[in-house]
């Protein structure tokens, strides 16, 4: 001021604070700065807002209230979704091809051109409406630079074929024009994402979408779905739809599509969810796993399980079969000498072959089909080789989740690599009344049903047989057996065995020139693992559970009293509080380590 030179600041988006005190006391400042103005003398403050008058009309300024600060009023065009994401496309990367097509951007909203039936008939209207002071420059730039730089990260093969294309380009637009809804995909089961809450008299309520897609009261869609009251639920409702989750169909639809008859909607969706079966590609498992998939690439964790799925793959599993266990323990002291090993494959009180298996699922991502086939078996069989196991025990229901979740889908070697080991196991103890036997079982019908062999299982039932087990072991006196989970296994099973034999004597039947006769081993081995799981159920002795983490981490000292302060560490509730209280047999660098994972 005192040199005399003019000053112009800026408010982009004032708006964007929901806070209305904060945003008068800018008001308010900005005025008194601009109040020592002298038109006949230099150095005068200027002030720009930038706001929407909508959204500052919900926050309760009033235009007669705002022209006091603004006297002078300039509207700025709005720019369509789809001219923001090309033109910021075409300005930053002028030199590379497009990542993103017009028929990506037509799945978004507010166009959401996607051939399927909308819960609300002005669907496009009302995403308009709401998405109005959304669509900003920096928004759309963030997204474009993710979208690129994703190019690099996430395969080729990921990024073009359906329906990961549109799971990731989705996902990139949801986490800039609505990141409550991403941050809660990253904390949440995906199922609970799109659960809604309401209110009825003073009375909260939830619903699923999918039980809202069979809802008949219009009204009551409708008020779910109010942009204004929970614009929350409106989210997650277009989201939900751009991720083509409630493209999901039952059996009778499909039928009908393919004989091209009438389908009577209202009296089909009266039937039980349960009975849906994915149409179009848009399977909600390879959805939710893309999504996961998205959610991690990138990181610096899932940067080092690659790697080091990648060296057991080279420097362990294609060495000669009589190398291969010097092989892995070379490859192992390699991750004791390396942070990022310490950090993710060998972690305190994890399983290696835990972390490895999840790390397998991660790197698979990146690997052909022929690759995932031959890495995944001969992981599986220098796993049961290598750890010597003959029976059925806590340690192997524990060690093989993540091995199930990850496996590729529409591979049935790599589920048959596994079920045919299982099979020859002894049985000696029940689990009925351990969780993870359930949730074991829950994910092996999951990895079957992806698999490709089997159609009718009810992948949401499967999923409710893990749900139902942690609900009852939450429940359950401790050693008690889990007898709803133990009925709804035994059902599963049941329909499974059943498909199964179907399918073998099918092949069986027209298995002329031995052409078939693979298949026909497919589903026998198949059925030999649902009855070893059977036989687990009925055993009359019950297996002894641990439910203290046993530590296989192997420490560099040797220090046993080194490992009872790190146990101690991790069980504090508190771990900060017993840090301070200096542990005589840790290093400062071990704790550092430690509290990192806090």
């Known amino acids: 001021m005192q040199q005399g030179k003019n000053i112009i600041l800026i408010y982009d988006d004032i708006d964007r604070s929901d ?17 020592q103005n002298r038109a006949d003398s230099p150095g005068r403050i200027k002030v720009i807002f930038q706001y929407s008058m909508e959204h500052m009309e919900k926050l309760g300024f009033q235009n007669d209230f705002l022209e006091k600060f603004c006297n002078q009023k300039i509207g ?5 979704l789809r001219r923001l994401l090309f033109e910021t496309q075409r300005h930053m990367y002028p030199m590379q091809d497009a990542v993103l097509t017009d028929k990506d951007v037509d799945g978004l909203a507010p166009y959401l051109y996607l051939g399927r039936a909308a819960l609300l008939p002005d669907e496009q209207v009302r995403a308009t409406h709401y998405l109005h002071s959304r669509m900003t420059i920096r928004r759309a730039k963030n997204m474009i630079k993710t979208l690129v730089g994703d190019t690099h990260i ?11 294309r549109n799971t990731w380009i989705v996902m990139r637009y949801v986490e800039q024009f609505f990141p409550n809804v991403y941050d809660d995909m990253r904390r949440v089961n995906l199922k609970d994402v799109f659960s809604l809450h309401y209110n009825v008299k003073n009375e909260t309520r939830k619903i699923s979408l999918i039980d809202l897609k069979q809802e008949h009261d219009h009204h009551t869609i409708d008020m779910v779905l109010d942009e204004d009251k929970y614009p929350e639920n409106f ?10 989750l409630d493209g999901m169909c039952r059996e009778e639809e499909i039928e009908q599509i393919k004989t091209r008859k009438a389908v009577d909607l209202p009296k089909l969706y009266r039937r039980d969810t349960r009975q849906m079966r994915a149409v179009d590609h848009l399977d909600y498992e390879d959805i939710e796993q893309g999504i996961r998939f998205i959610l991690t690439a990138g990181t610096i964790s ?11 793959v080279t420097e362990v599993l294609q060495q000669p079969e009589a190398d291969r266990h010097c092989a892995f323990h070379t490859w192992a002291q390699c991750m004791y000498r390396e942070e990022r090993g310490i950090q993710t494959i060998q972690r305190l009180g994890i399983s290696v072959w835990w972390s490895l298996f999840h790390a397998f699922a991660i790197a698979s991502r990146y690997w052909s089909e022929n690759e995932q086939k031959e890495n995944y078996c001969a992981l599986i069989s220098y796993y049961f ?3 010597s196991i003959d029976v059925f025990n806590q340690r192997l229901l524990d060690e093989l989740l993540p091995l199930w979740d990850g496996m590729p889908a529409r591979l049935p070697e790599i589920f048959l690599a596994v079920v045919t080991k299982l099979s020859t196991l002894s049985v000696c103890e029940n689990w009925n009344h351990y969780e993870n036997f359930f949730v074991f079982l829950s994910r092996s019908l999951r990895a079957l049903y992806r698999s490709g062999m089997v159609s009718s299982l009810d992948p949401w039932l499967i999923a409710d047989l893990a749900d139902t087990a942690h609900k009852e072991a939450s429940g359950a006196c401790h050693g008690e057996a889990l007898k709803d989970s133990k009925q709804l296994a035994e059902a599963l099973i049941y329909q499974a065995r059943r498909e199964a034999i179907q399918h ?3 092949f069986r039947e027209h298995d002329m020139d031995s052409c078939l006769s693979r298949y026909v081993r497919y589903y026998e081995v198949t059925l030999q693992y649902l009855a070893k799981m059977e036989q687990i159920m009925k055993c009359t002795r019950k297996g002894k559970a641990r439910y203290e983490p046993r530590i296989r981490s192997k420490w560099s000292s040797g220090d046993a009293e080194a490992v009872k302060e790190t146990e101690e560490l991790m069980k504090a509730s508190n771990p900060v509080q017993v840090a301070g209280e200096n542990p005589k047999h840790l290093t400062l660098v071990r704790l550092i380590e430690l509290l990192k994972k806090y």
Do not use: C
């Not at 700025?76 to 369509?80: A, E, H, N, Q, V």
């Open 235 to 244: 989210e997650r409702y277009l989201v939900w739809r751009m991720l083509g």
């Open 76 to 80: 700025l065009t709005d720019i369509p």
């Open 302 to 312: 899932v940067n080092h399980y690659i790697y080091y799925a990648n060296k057991m």
């Open 154 to 164: 996430l395969p080729s093969d990921f990024r073009t074929s359906q329906p990961n």
């Open 504 to 506: 073998r004597d099918f």
């Open 19 to 35: 806070n209305k005190e904060l945003i008068q006391t800018i008001l308010y400042l900005s005025e008194k700065l601009t109040s």
């Open 385 to 387: 080789q290598e750890e």
